[in-house]
């Protein structure tokens, strides 16, 4: 089996910033495509930033010039800097983990609430 823990969701003012992590444990030697997705209330999940195993990333329109997608391969960890962020940005996040044979993992999803 393949756990994945987030941590670093919670509620932050506008402008401010958060960081999310997601460490991958268990059966898995290691990943391949790593990301992060997002559902609002009433709304479709979203991919919010994806990043290869070798380092190329991808990001929603939305987030691009806010938020970073990194990831450390030994930890299999990703994390997600989310900066200037807006109420717009409140959501459920979570973590996407491929792993061997395209298998996939999803996290538990960590809220994100922008709010003053």
């Known amino acids: 089996q393949v756990q994945l823990v987030e941590s670093g969701g919670g509620l932050v003012q506008p402008g401010g910033s958060l960081r999310l992590s997601c460490a991958a444990s268990?059966?898995?030697?290691?990943?391949?495509?790593m990301g992060w997705y997002r559902q609002a209330p009433g709304k479709q999940r979203e991919l919010v930033a994806l990043i290869t195993r070798g380092g190329n990333t991808n990001y929603a329109d939305s987030v691009k010039g806010r938020f970073t997608i990194s990831r450390d391969n030994a930890k299999i960890t990703v994390y997600l800097q989310m900066n200037s962020l807006k109420p717009e940005d409140t959501a459920v996040y979570s973590c996407y983990v491929q792993g061997f044979a395209l298998s996939e993992y999803w996290g538990q999803g960590t809220q994100v609430t922008v709010s003053s």
């Open positions: 268990g059966s898995i030697a290691r990943a391949y495509h």
